[in-house]
């Protein structure tokens, strides 16, 4: 079975920056998306920003233009850049890969254990 793995998450004040990593414990075949979603402690897990196999991105409103997704696929990686960080953006935060771990798998769906982002002075 594949895991991933989720690291980069922390406190930081608002205006700051965190780095999110979500690496993939074994090589996938191949990958449909990578995702990120947050979820606040009684609320809905919702997506943050996703990319599709073939560099397509798609990002929630509310962090369009500071938050930026991207991948390294030869390390089956997933990363998100976050800028400009709010108190709003305070979460936990869930990377999420959708793919194929053999030539003759079917699609699955993999989730990150989560990482604390707390923004606060």
């Known amino acids: 079975q594949v895991q991933l793995v989720e690291s980069g998450g922390g406190l930081v004040q608002p205006g700051g920056s965190l780095r999110l990593s979500c690496a993939a414990s074994?090589?996938?075949?191949?990958?449909?998306?990578m995702s990120w979603y947050r979820q606040i402690p009684g609320k809905q897990r919702d997506m943050v920003a996703t990319m599709t196999s073939g560099g397509f991105t798609n990002y929630a409103d509310s962090v369009k233009g500071r938050f930026t997704i991207s991948r390294d696929i030869a390390k089956n990686t997933v990363y998100l850049q976050m800028n400009s960080l709010q108190p709003e953006d305070t979460a936990v935060y869930f990377c999420?890969?959708?793919?194929?771990?053999?030539?003759?798998?079917?699609?699955?769906?993999?989730w990150g254990q989560g990482t604390q982002v707390t923004v606060s002075s």
């Open positions: 999420y890969i959708r793919g194929r771990l053999y030539i003759w798998s079917s699609p699955a769906d993999y």
């Open positions: 074994a090589r996938i075949f191949s990958i449909d998306t």
